[in-house]
């Protein structure tokens, strides 16, 4: 940004060339050479502000380690507790329907899917504001709270009746306290790492894939032993320890650095550091939408996600159908957990070695192969051809989602990736929520899961196809900027080449009055 090196570096030239200009005891103060004040001093003071930060106080650069592990391992139990317990929900829809379905309700799956469907969407559909109250309360106090809200909900849903009352409990509390809990550990990782980002990022959306893998062999065991209503009481210890979690995401704003700019600076430099004087905030800031390749970003991922999220809900059911005389079905879950999780370290760290925005065409190709397996999925006639279509869709899985982050940062920078990143996953919300159950309506009314997975492919190929043009749009969009702050940076040079001949002249003329 020109802004951010241009006025500094004039502020920089003016401090420079004040010791030349200290007028000698008695003698009146030299125009231009002395301390910024009037209008160039508030110009100056603007600046500052308009960086959130103060003169000669660079920002905080992430201290990749440290105290960033324990928030690593706290972020990756985050993403374990809540996408586990949602990618296994599989398993807890059929317990859903062995509980509360009927022979005579046609329609029992269609209903039962949304409860699940719902849970997820709410998940992605609060990010927005989620997003907002943590630019106002910070990372830590609202993961704190939503966690302590999710597990309030979770608790609840183990003592309803009926399927209806688990859409409010399950659907919508226990998932917006697991929104308020997510959301925040994304955005803490960047404060903490930036060399180490993809692989941290990596390492963290791989705790969803541990917990995808153990999740569905526990859940069945519970299931079957003690029923729905105690297994989601045992949930419930999930949610306490991410509670206890959300306490490791320390702000770094109240770090030593901080206060020693305070001590050697000055009252002045004091004066506008981001903790005292910190710009007001749009509470939701619609212009990171006039980025033309993140806008692009936050229509190709929603394309694409009508359905990503069909097989997590339903393929526990079509296997229970298509391959009744296997054992030990919740394997194809495992599966996909296994290879997301690989996916997710894999490409996590792939994506450190791809430059910029190009880091897009790993998310275009996880969705290709997505697409591509959801359609394979009814052509499996045999069981271990289906545990190979889940092996290789768990991997791409995992590719797409460990790579969001990087992503967001490269495209509207560290400032904004809060709420792009909220943004982002709102809009994810609708074609997740509404996917699964247009699946079980099928499955209704046609009496197989096939038309179901067919379509759920096609989605994913429509939006990588859209995401091919993000670098291209970037590309030039950079292009164009590179050539406004050229010449923008032209005058600049001009304008303080003038102004310190102007101070030179004048400089020279008071000395010699003096002498």
Known sequence: MVPSQEEPAAARGTS??????????????????????????????????????????????PPEGGWGWLVMLAAMWCNGSVFGIQNACGVLFVSMLKTFGSKDDGKMVFKTAWVSSLSMGMIFFCCPIVSVFTDIFGCRKTAVVGAAVGFVGLLSSSFVSSIEPLYLTYGIIFACGCSFAYQPSLVILGH??????????????????IFT??????LRVLTDSVGL???LRVLCIFLFVLFLAGFTYRPLASSAKDKDGTTKGGDRLSLFSRRKFSPPKKIFNFAIFKVTAYAVWAIGIPLALFGYF???????????????DEKNKEVVLMCIGITSGVGRLLFGRIADYVPGVKKIYLQVLSFLFIG???MMIPLCRVFGGLIAVCLIMGLFDG????????????????QD?????????????????????????LRDKLGSYNVAFYLAGIPPLIGGAVLCFIPWVHSKKQREVTKTTGGEKMEKMLANQNSLSSSSAIFKKESDSVI
Request: aromatic fraction near 8%; charge should be negative.
């Open 310 to 324: 069909v097989p997590y809900v339903h393929l526990m059911k079509h296997v229970n159908e298509k391959f009744q």
């Open 399 to 414: 590719c797409f989602i460990s790579i969001m982050a990087p992503i967001a940062f490269e495209l509207v920078g560290a």
């Open 213 to 218: 893998i153990l999740l569905p062999f526990l």
């Open 417 to 441: 990736v809060s709420q792009a990143i909220g943004f982002l996953l709102g809009f994810m919300s609708i074609p997740m929520t509404v996917g699964p159950p247009i699946a079980g309506l």
């Open 229 to 231: 209503f105690h297994t």
């Open 372 to 374: 591509l397996m959801s």
């Open 192 to 209: 903490y790492f930036k060399k180490r980002l993809g692989l941290v990022n990596g390492i963290v959306t791989a705790g969803s894939s």
């Open 16 to 61: 420079e060339a004040q010791p030349l200009g200290s007028a000698p005891p008695g003698a009146a103060p030299l125009p231009g050479a002395g301390p910024l004040d009037g209008s160039e001093a508030a110009a100056a003071e603007k600046v500052e502000i308009e960086l959130g930060g103060s003169v000669g106080a660079e920002p905080l650069e």
